[in-house]
């Protein structure tokens, strides 16, 4: 089985197409990434911060340190190359079922399921 993604959207970014961030240096937003089997309807959300290096330096303290689980750390802003890395990292994912592809994708974005239990 293999992931597919269905769809990018942001809550913060109305059309990616015409979006800049303020400071292009120093920016953050957030990427809700549907993705499911390939070849159905089925989809599971994963977000991922998108961030750039002088964000996080402008956004955290000195002493403090930063997890990057559930980030893409970028060196500038080009939303086209964003999209396109996004979409090949969730893109690629296989396994034998889907719970074994969500858990390999949930290293990349955070699982809408990932602390679900039943």
Not at 11 to 21: C, G, K, Q
Not at 24 to 42: C, R
Not at 58 to 68: I, R, W
Not at 75 to 92: A, C, P, T
């Amino acid at each position: 089985m293999q992931s597919e993604v269905k769809s990018i959207i942001s809550a913060e970014i109305v059309d990616f197409n015409t979006y800049r961030p303020i400071d292009e240096k120093s920016f953050s937003f957030l990427l809700m990434v549907a993705v499911g089997p390939k070849g159905t309807m089925e989809e599971e959300l994963f977000d991922i911060e998108v961030c750039t290096p002088k964000w996080l330096m402008d956004n955290h303290n000195l002493g403090e340190m930063v997890l990057g689980q559930h980030k893409l750390i970028v060196f500038e802003f080009d939303m086209q190359r964003i999209l396109e890395k996004v979409k090949r990292l969730f893109d690629s994912c296989s396994g034998k079922d889907w719970n074994e592809i969500a858990i390999k994708l949930s290293r990349i974005g955070h699982w809408e399921f990932e602390d679900y239990r039943a």
